[in-house]
Every structure is written in C-alpha cells, then in structure tokens.
C-alpha cells in the first residue's frame, strides 16, 4: 500500500519547526517520524505538506493511497489497524483523524473537506500524538526506549573501550564507528545509543534515556541528563538535561540548555544559557502561532524552541520559554524577548530584519562544511518562510 503522511492541523502547533519541514520529518526520539513508520508498515512513506515545501519533499501518489496524520508517534497495535482499512474508511481518535485509504481521484475531496460517505471507525485505545513543540523533549524519553528496540533487534552492539565506565551496560548500544573513552555512561534509567561513527570525548558523563546519532559528537566533560537526543551531524558540550537536537547543529562550548529542541542549522555561540525554570515556579507560557500570542502551556520546566538555521552569539541568555524562528541571528548581553521572529537580527537592545541575502550567505558555508549544498529548492523554502513571517518583524 502507498503510504504517504500529510500534515494536520498540528503544523501550525508545531511552528517555527515546521516551517522548513514536514510533521513527519521531525526527529522525536531517535528517529524521525517517518522513520519509525517506514519500520513499523515496511514501506517507503512521502509526504503531503504546504505547497511551498512539496518540491523539496515530493508526495508518491498511486490508484490506491493510505494517508495517516504525520503528527502520529506509531506502534503495533495502531499500525495493525491502519494495515486493515479498506477503501474508505477512516480511524479517528477524539474527532482527530489519524488515517483513511483512499484512491487517488479522492485525494482533492479530502484536502478540500469535500469528502463525503466514508466509514469512521474510533479508535478505543489510547494514542500518541505530537500537538505541541514541546511534545517533542516531553515524549522524548518514551520514544528513546521505543526505537532503541527497533534499532537494535537481532544485532550486536560494537566492542565498548575499557577506558568507559558503564551502569547498565546491557542497554548500551555502539553502532559500527562509535567510540568513546575515559567517559561515565549510567544506563539503569533508560538506554543509551551510539550511532555510526560518533564519539564520546574523554571526561563526558552521560545518563540514560540519550540518543548520539551518526557522526556526531559529545565533546570533552559534557553532562548529559537524559532524556535526550543529539541528531546527525552534530557537536554538543557544557550541560544539556532534557534536549532534543534535530541534526546538523552545533552546541559545543559550555553552558546549559533545558527542556529544549533546537532545529537544524543552528549554532549555539559559547556559553549560551537557557532558563527553564521560572523564579516563580509558575506555568511556562510559549508563543502561539496560531493566536498570535503567548500561550499556557501546562508546564513547569520548559526551555528554548528554535528553528532551523538560527543561530546565537557567546554568552547569550535566552529567557524561559522563549520562541526562536528560522534563520535568526541573536548577540548581545541582557535576556532578548521571548518571542524572537524568523530573520531577526539583534538582541535583547532590538532587532532589525535579517535580510535574505546575507541569510544565505552564511547557510551556503554551513552547508560546505557538511559537504551538502544549499541548492534552490532550500533558497525558495526560506524565501517563502521570509515573505510569511513579515507580520511579526516590526523593522
């Protein structure tokens, strides 16, 4: 069966990150969410998202297509049931769809909220959605230990340093090129994986539930707290409790981030600190898209939000709950506002609009560096993002 995820009305909860992406392109976990349903339905998933972002992620449309909600984490036992749907027929959860078959000259009556007579089946279990951003760090752990079984069945975990010290060993996974010595891993609280070719630098202390995935790098006295997961491509060290990182971003100097995620393309200046933790102990309140406004949020522990390619100076200092866009750059003492929009420029003294070209510029170096190239579908998606978002630059 075709299978392709679309986004719901969860997009707009899950901005600025999915400006630049699909739902089912976020990484929760270990995994992205695509990943775990390529594994769960054994099939190759694609995406129906905005229109601006379809070049870059193409839909695979066939006679016979299964759309599920690409906010949905998957298991077994939800995966079963979407297997079994026939031609018309829907599952939902609280009015939520979360999956309906369909043939192809259906498809534009459904986007269009046109479709009539299909079959509605509720689904009596509990399910797992992402609604929120901060979703992602809360889930984080759970879906550690989820896709950590997946990653792992049926193999053998590379030869560990004897240099490393281990608790738990028997949840510790090394993937072919990972390395690490003289470093403290614990994982009596949840499992800790090793992606292809990363490191662990002398000194690092790490605690389970934690996710290094390949290629990327925990530098030298690191403290990890989990659960927390650092995407490909990647260099982290200070103090991190609570992260998730998407990929492709560098945290690599001392200080602390909390009870965050960080986008791809993004660039945390030395001794960056987060709060996440108000002094009043009171609910963290996060910027809302949709309301234009700030938002509770249920909370008491929550970071920084930031979107891809946003990057910030050394030494600055991000608020409780603060909100980031794609493609800022942020400096300066003092705390900036806690809603900061995409291609902002400045700190805590102001901002001015960060201006598509010299954005470009730096993202063309980025991107070298990684051996990738900024290429123009990645120009138009940031072109998009940039006319979009004009209604929050007040410069």
Same mark, same amino acid.
């Given at each position: 069966?075709n ?14 990150? /999915? ?13 992205? *969410? ?14 129906? =998202? ?22 949905l ?9 979407i ?8 599952? /939902?959860?609280?009015?939520? $769809? ?9 498809? $534009? ?10 079959s509605?089946?509720?689904?009596? &279990? ?14 984080n ?34 993937? #072919? ?10 994982a /009596? ?27 990327? =790098? ?9 659960? =927390? ?20 971003t ?21 001794? /960056?600190n ?10 963290v ?54 809603f *900061? ?17 010299? &954005? ?15 290429? #123009? ?7 998009? *993002? ?10």
């Open positions: 069966m299978t392709i995820l679309f986004d719901a009305q969860q997009r707009h909860k899950l901005l600025p990150l /999915t400006y630049t992406k699909p739902v089912g392109e976020l990484r929760v976990g270990i995994l992205k *969410i695509i990943e775990k349903w390529d594994f769960f339905l054994k099939t190759k998933c694609s995406f129906l =998202t905005e229109a601006y972002l379809q070049e870059k992620y193409p839909a695979k449309i066939e006679e016979q297509n299964l759309l599920i909600n690409g906010a984490l998957p298991d077994e036992d939800i995966s079963e049931q297997l079994l749907l026939k031609n018309r027929e829907a599952i /939902t959860k609280d009015d939520e $769809l979360l999956a309906i078959n369909l043939k192809k000259e259906d498809l $534009l009556d459904f986007f269009s909220g046109k479709l009539e007579n299909y509605n089946n509720e689904y009596d &279990a509990e399910v797992n959605l992402i609604n929120n951003t901060w979703d992602i760090f809360a889930k752990g759970e879906e550690i230990e989820s896709d950590y079984e997946i990653l792992t069945l049926g193999k053998i975990s590379q030869e560990i340093s004897k240099t490393v010290q281990i608790l738990g060993k028997e949840q510790v996974f090394f993937e #072919e090129g990972a390395k690490a010595e003289f470093a403290i891993i614990n /009596t609280d949840g499992p800790v994986y090793i992606g292809k070719d990363a490191e662990i630098m002398e000194g690092a202390v790490i605690r389970g539930p934690f996710a290094l995935c390949q290629h990327s =790098t925990v530098k030298m006295a690191a403290k990890i707290y989990g659960p =927390t997961t650092i995407g490909p491509e990647s260099k982290v060290g200070g103090e991190l409790n609570n992260v998730v990182i998407q990929g492709y560098n945290k690599a100097h001392d200080g602390f981030l909390g009870n965050s995620v960080i986008g791809e393309w993004c660039n945390l200046g030395a001794d /960056t987060n709060s996440n933790l108000k002094n009043n102990y009171a609910e309140r996060l910027w809302d898209y949709q309301t234009a406004g700030f938002a509770k949020t249920g909370l008491q522990f929550c970071g920084l939000i930031m979107g891809d390619h946003s990057k910030c100076g050394i030494n600055t200092m991000f608020n409780t709950g603060t909100v980031v866009g794609v493609s800022s750059n942020i400096f300066g003492d003092g705390f900036p506002r806690n *900061i929009p995409s291609f902002s420029w400045g700190g805590a003294s102001g901002f001015v609009t960060y201006q598509t070209r010299k &954005a470009f510029e730096v993202a063309e170096k980025v991107f070298e560096r990684r051996g990738l190239e900024f290429d #123009e579908k990645e120009q138009k998606i940031l072109n998009h *993002i940039f006319e979009e978002t004009k209604k929050y630059r007040k410069s």
